[in-house]
């Protein structure tokens, strides 16, 4: 430590260096008197996965965060804009933040002559990017007091009254904190750790009963639904239908027990693609094959055989693309995210199905309440307990909710509220109309709740908690 550096009150270790982790980190590090390590099991800092939505909700936790700026540069433009343009842009967005714009339109695809069934609105304009665009511009922003370690899978770690948090890697290399922050996802080893402790606990305390559930809870659970992602050249898609709406904007394909969604990232110059394929009798059980696997075009062709022309045309763009089969695994609902020095965030507390729009969303939360609690004078070596177990209270309601929320849309975009398929065709555009009303009607928390105020609750639950 540098003479010129006031010294930490604590040591915060983060492990995962995804979206949820470096959020944090980032966060945490404007605090002079907090020092942060990342720990990524991966050899390198980067991100999987394509495609993230930014809600009205999400960008205002990032413009709190001071991150505003740097994610509308990423936002989409049309070619041979200049920077003015690009400016007047993102003027245009901060001016109709109150406003009900349009978000996603959906069809219903799965037939030769698809079916306009309405379009969602949003508060502000729905921001899209890529991902691992998004997740460069928070390594950048990273301060020069926050160490990065990659590399550094985590076995388990020890945690004993009155002794730093000793952390043990799979390559057999040992390091020490004062917090712990398990941000390793759904397959997440802080996360396991945590609930055998808690189990341990109860068992001890003769609630043998408890201390098994809480093991029961440590795995995820298959959501029945396989997912398959790939990036169009917008200029290929463009070239087979030049009014493709997807390279505008997002569109919702649906389906019974499938559906694509489409919509650019990367200013442009790419169409997100991810088709869905449910298998309702496989929900809740384990999943025992690989998580994520290459997959052949023609195989996701074949799913949307005889769906409609817009569909047709982006399947037909697959041709040579390398395209990622993933099993959608989720968590149970936890009880808690914290337990004494350690919490769980992002994936590894609340994965769930991605027809919410939020995975990522509410990594950023969970990072942007951890930090300003952590940040506050009230929290000390002797509260740190007791100031995890507010930003559990805090957001375990919330994330469960917008799983289940999500869950329940996830049953919508399956169009699994209708009869079999072949009574699909003479449906009314009232019943259509009402299925995307039901859409909508989820996604109001997206744009209705004052993040300002949410974050002030919790200090307030901050003082209440440490005032008992």
């Not at 306009?116 to 729905?126: D, E, H, I």
């Not at 020890?158 to 000793?166: E, R, V």
Request: aromatic content about 8%; charged content about 20%; glycine content about 8%.
């Amino acid at each position: 430590m540098s003479e010129l550096e006031p010294p930490s009150k604590f040591h915060v270790a983060i492990c995962g260096g995804g979206i949820g982790g470096l959020t944090l980190a980032f966060a945490l590090s404007k605090s002079p008197d907090i020092s942060v390590d990342v720990y990524e099991a991966a050899s390198k800092f980067t991100e999987i996965g394509a495609g993230i939505g930014v809600s009205w909700r999400t960008r205002q936790v990032l413009k709190s965060l001071g991150l505003e700026e740097d994610v509308i540069r990423l936002l989409p433009f049309h070619p041979g804009e200049d920077r003015g343009e690009i400016e007047g842009y993102a003027t245009l967005l901060r001016e109709s933040e109150a406003i009900a714009v349009p978000s996603v339109q959906y069809r219903k695809a799965d037939q030769p002559d698809g079916l306009a069934m309405g379009t969602t609105y949003s508060r502000g304009k729905l921001m899209t990017l890529h991902r691992a665009e998004f997740h460069e511009v928070l390594l950048n922003r990273l301060s020069s007091r926050c160490r990065t370690s990659p590399s550094k899978r985590l076995e388990s770690y020890i945690q004993k009254p009155g002794a730093p948090i000793m952390l043990h890697f799979q390559d057999g290399s040992t390091a020490t904190c004062d917090i712990l922050i398990g941000a390793d996802g759904l397959k997440s080893a802080v996360r396991k750790t945590m609930f055998q402790d808690a189990a341990t606990l109860a068992e001890s305390q003769h609630r043998s009963a408890d201390a098994a559930e809480l093991r029961n809870l440590i795995k995820p659970r298959f959501s029945g639904f396989f997912s398959y992602r790939t990036l169009i050249p917008a200029a290929r898609l463009s070239s087979i239908s030049p009014q493709h709406k997807a390279i505008s904007s997002p569109v919702q394909y649906l389906g019974k027990n499938k559906h694509m969604i489409a919509y650019p990232i990367s200013r442009g110059r790419f169409v997100n693609i991810v088709a869905f394929e449910f298998h309702p009798h496989e929900e809740g059980t384990q999943f025992d094959g690989p998580w994520v696997a290459d997959e052949v075009p023609s195989y996701v062709q074949g799913l949307f055989q005889g769906w409609e022309k817009e569909v047709g045309d982006i399947v037909q763009c697959l041709d040579g693309l390398k395209i990622t089969r993933w099993a959608v695994n989720v968590m149970p609902t936890l009880p808690f995210f914290a337990f004494g020095n350690v919490a769980i965030l992002g994936d590894a507390a609340h994965a769930m199905t991605p027809f919410q729009g939020a995975g990522a969303g509410q990594a950023i939360e969970d990072a942007a309440i951890l930090a300003a609690l952590l940040s506050n004078e009230l929290a000390t070596e002797t509260t740190v307990p007791q100031v995890l177990e507010v930003y559990s209270r805090f957001r375990q309601p919330l994330a469960t909710e917008v799983a289940r929320r999500s869950r329940i849309n996830g049953e919508h975009f399956q169009l699994r509220s209708l009869a079999e398929p072949a009574d699909h065709h003479d449906l009314s555009s009232a019943h259509l109309q009402g299925i995307v009303k039901q859409i909508q009607d989820n996604f109001e928390w997206l744009y209705q709740t004052d993040w300002g105020a949410e974050l002030q609750r919790a200090m307030s639950m901050l003082l209440a908690g440490l005032a008992t």
